[in-house]
């Protein structure tokens, strides 16, 4: 089987890819390392560097290797920052994605995955089911459930195949703890890090359900070799939620510090959000392994080797009308 995995040198693409290798897939990465680092590309799959956007790179990509599969997990995933770079966010995670979708139309792919996000839910709704109606509050929401309806308009057309899945708040080895805009876990680690207090944005209560990379991407891999699981939204990650404010704790307790903390003002996010996972136990046989605290700690010592790497960032801001400060900012 030959796989493409868009976002193959970033965090979740590049575990994904990794555990299709063990599956026997040839795998090729697409990814034009903005957030991602070429290191982590993993042994055994074939690199090309360029854009999801790039029309005529992704259709020579498609006819050479003739993919039966397409992980579609590429995209900037600063939700809190959507707001202002809207442009980028819709270029990048809507147009990229239809470029994917078209290729895969045209050259018979037997199923598309792709990662969208619990932010399609919008607020108000947990915990988060698949059977919820989407009411996103943001462009980048709003990008990935235009994503999910396009893929359902491609099969009604034309019979491709996909599989969405909905992850939240993945943390783990590979996340760029340099991105100063995206993944909580990951800010904090590089304040700490750097020795700056760790920023909380209004009071600490809002709470997420932190998901360890583990839990996520050999099910995600693996998700192509189950018929049952085709044309399905499915939600995946951790089942405990956990306050910003508890996080804070746990991540000082792994440095053996109290940390010091910043209070910013409160942004205009989805307050509480968690999901049911009832839909992924019963068809791939979800069971969320690894707690809060030993991802913490795996996530930290991996951290602590490979410091904070840098990459070329945040796009820059189309609308700078209240723009969240962040670390570094």
Same mark, same amino acid.
């Given at each position: 089987?030959?796989?493409?995995?868009?976002?193959?040198? #970033?965090?979740?693409? /590049?575990?994904? &890819?990794?555990?299709?290798?063990?599956? $026997?897939?040839?795998?090729? @990465? *697409?990814?034009?390392?903005?957030?991602?680092?070429?290191? =982590?590309?993993?042994?055994?799959?074939?690199?090309?560097?360029?854009?999801?956007?790039?029309? %005529?790179?992704?259709?020579?990509?498609?006819?050479?290797?003739?993919?039966?599969?397409?992980?579609?997990?590429?995209?900037?995933?600063?939700? #809190? *920052?959507?707001?202002?770079?809207?442009?980028?966010?819709?270029?990048?995670?809507?147009?990229?994605? %239809?470029?994917?979708?078209?290729?895969?139309?045209?050259?018979?792919?037997?199923?598309?995955?792709?990662?969208?996000?619990? %932010?399609?839910? $919008?607020? &108000? =709704?947990?915990?988060?089911?698949?059977?919820?109606?989407?009411?996103?509050?943001?462009?980048?929401?709003?990008?990935?459930?235009?994503?999910?309806?396009?893929?359902?308009?491609?099969?009604?057309?034309?019979?491709?195949?996909? @599989?969405?899945?909905?992850?939240?708040?993945?943390?783990?080895?590979? =996340?760029?703890? $340099?991105?100063?805009?995206?993944?909580?876990? $990951?800010?904090?680690?590089?304040?700490?890090?750097?020795?700056?207090?760790?920023?909380?944005?209004? +009071?600490?209560?809002?709470?997420?359900?932190? /998901?360890?990379?583990?839990?996520? %991407?050999?099910?995600?891999?693996?998700?192509?070799?189950?018929?049952?699981?085709?044309?399905?939204?499915?939600?995946?990650?951790? +089942?405990?939620?956990?306050?910003?404010?508890?996080?804070?704790?746990?991540?000082?307790?792994?440095?053996?510090?109290?940390?010091?903390?910043?209070?910013?003002?409160?942004?205009?996010?989805?307050?509480?959000?968690?999901?049911?996972?009832?839909?992924?136990?019963?068809?791939?046989?979800? =069971?969320? *392994?690894?707690?809060?605290?030993? #991802? *913490?700690?795996?996530?930290?010592?991996?951290?602590?080797?490979?410091?904070?790497? /840098?990459?070329?960032?945040?796009?820059?801001?189309?609308?700078?009308?209240? @723009?969240?400060?962040?670390?570094?900012?």
């Amino acid at each position: 089987m030959r796989s493409l995995i868009t976002g193959g040198a #970033g965090f979740i693409g /590049s575990h994904v &890819a990794r555990h299709c290798l063990a599956m $026997g897939h040839e795998v090729v @990465v *697409l990814d034009d390392l903005s957030g991602g680092f070429r290191d =982590q590309v993993t042994d055994g799959a074939l690199f090309a560097e360029g854009s999801i956007t790039d029309d %005529a790179l992704v259709e020579r990509l498609f006819a050479e290797h003739r993919f039966d599969y397409v992980y579609h997990i590429a995209a900037y995933a600063a939700e #809190g *920052l959507s707001h202002f770079i809207r442009r980028f966010n819709y270029s990048n995670n809507i147009i990229g994605s %239809a470029t994917l979708i078209n290729a895969a139309v045209r050259h018979d792919v037997k199923c598309f995955v792709f990662t969208s996000s619990i %932010a399609t839910y $919008g607020a &108000a =709704q947990v915990p988060m089911r698949e059977d919820m109606t989407p009411h996103p509050e943001d462009p980048y929401g709003i990008a990935k459930y235009a994503v999910e309806l396009d893929l359902d308009a491609a099969h009604r057309q034309f019979g491709l195949n996909f @599989v969405i899945f909905r992850p939240h708040n993945v943390y783990g080895e590979h =996340q760029n703890i $340099g991105d100063r805009y995206r993944n909580v876990i $990951g800010i904090f680690l590089a304040q700490m890090l750097r020795g700056e207090p760790l920023a909380i944005f209004g +009071d600490g209560e809002q709470q997420r359900a932190f /998901s360890h990379i583990d839990d996520v %991407a050999p099910h995600i891999a693996r998700s192509v070799d189950v018929p049952a699981a085709r044309g399905q939204a499915i939600n995946i990650g951790a +089942d405990e939620p956990c306050s910003i404010i508890r996080l804070v704790e746990l991540v000082g307790r792994e440095f053996g510090i109290t940390p010091k903390v910043t209070h910013l003002p409160p942004r205009n996010e989805v307050v509480h959000a968690w999901s049911d996972h009832d839909r992924a136990r019963r068809l791939l046989g979800v =069971q969320p *392994l690894v707690g809060l605290e030993d #991802g *913490l700690h795996q996530m930290a010592e991996w951290a602590r080797r490979v410091g904070v790497r /840098s990459s070329p960032g945040a796009p820059p801001i189309e609308v700078d009308k209240g @723009v969240p400060w962040t670390a570094g900012g």
